[in-house]
């Protein structure tokens, strides 16, 4: 601040102080970090997907589809209990970065928290959503290396699409989750294909079965050929 004053024998004077706001910007912008991205990974977090979300609902064009795709990996407890939650942050630091060097998704993943990753954005369409969840799931049938040793980890995803599965990020999220979860029930009550979807609602595109649900075939990985289920709002699983 700045103030002027007479002196005793009438001359002006001015007083003029300042401080070194250095510090407080710095501490303004970590704070501002950590409000947005994940400290172990150094990906976006849920906040920030939720307003990054919010802007493109917002500028979507009419007749413009978004997808969100929600991923939880399958066995990572398995790897902390066997080689310590050091070498799990490692290994969700290394998953981080698998995702984020996929070029259809480069700058739109985001970490949810534990071992749940989401996708939201990026160049997904209807047309390529196959190819990107093939190139995931083929990934994902090859070892990971921890501490030396060869690690597998399956992974389940939910696919929610924009405006079909909600009109809010709110909403595309939770239908995402709970397409996501859809699949882990049907691993776990032992389903041969590990897919699962909701009754009743209509597929995307592509040819339906009997149980209204149009399949695709994403890929090959070691001689078996790896399919993706899609329904708007359920889920991909190998």
Wanted: hydrophobic residues 35%.
């Amino acid at each position: 601040f700045s103030a002027a004053f007479r002196w005793m024998d009438g001359r002006l004077a001015h007083l003029v102080s300042s401080a070194d706001i250095t510090e407080n910007k710095r501490n303004e912008a970590r704070i501002e970090y950590l409000a947005n991205y994940d400290q172990l990974t150094g990906l976006p977090n849920r906040r920030m997907l939720v307003n990054e979300c919010r802007h493109r609902i917002e500028h979507t064009t009419k007749d413009e589809k978004g997808y969100v795709l929600f991923f939880d990996i399958d066995g990572f407890k398995a790897v902390n209990d066997t080689f310590g939650h050091d070498a799990g942050d490692e290994f969700l630091v290394r998953i981080g970065e698998f995702f984020s060097g996929i070029p259809m998704v480069k700058g739109a993943v985001y970490r949810n928290g534990g071992d749940e990753s989401i996708v939201g954005g990026g160049d997904i369409t209807k047309d390529n959503i196959s190819s990107l969840a093939g190139f995931i799931l083929e990934r994902f049938n090859k070892p990971w290396t921890v501490k030396n040793q060869p690690v597998f980890c399956g992974i389940s995803v939910g696919v929610a699409c924009y405006p079909e599965d909600g009109i809010t990020a709110e909403a595309l999220l939770q239908k995402a989750d709970q397409a996501m979860y859809h699949v882990k029930k049907a691993v776990a009550a032992g389903s041969a294909s590990g897919i699962s979807w909701e009754k009743g609602t209509r597929p995307i595109d592509g040819p339906a079965d009997k149980e209204g649900v149009n399949t695709q075939r994403c890929g090959t990985t070691h001689g078996r050929h790896v399919w993706c289920r899609f329904v708007r709002g359920p889920a991909i699983r190998r």
